[in-house]
């Protein structure tokens, strides 16, 4: 694994680092890890989880407004575009919101104007700056591990 330091913000380090084929920007807050991955790519929730996995953490898990915010303002802070996708989602019962990896409803929600709109049945979740859109499982995005330590 190479970790290559890129810049200092007040209170974030932000690195790039490697695993595997997967390329991540790292954030650090108190005592969690978040991993963006740099490229696009069609999106797939165990499939993603599991990269999470491997980097010791699950797709991410907002459990209250600061984590919310935090991680908002990773999404907008990293290189690149999105969607960046969360581990939010109702596949398993329209409209009910649960994390993936906890399988526990989702804690803090923040949606977008207009949003959840289930627009073609979607069932997953990607986060901006306006907040949470649902958005579909299979569609190119990046996708944010969290990573507790
Ligand atoms: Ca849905
Ligand atoms: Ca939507």
Redesign the pocket.
Known sequence: MSIIPILLLAGVLMIASVQGEVSYEQFTNYGTKYYISMQREPFDLAKMNGRCKKLGGYLVQMDNKEEFAYVRFIAVSVSGRGPFFTGITDEKEEGTWLNYHSKKPAKFLKWRWF?????WG?DCVEIGYYGL???GCEKNGRYICEVPF
Request: proline share 11%; glycine share 0%.
């Open positions: 949003q959840p709109d289930n627009w979607e859109n649902d958005y």
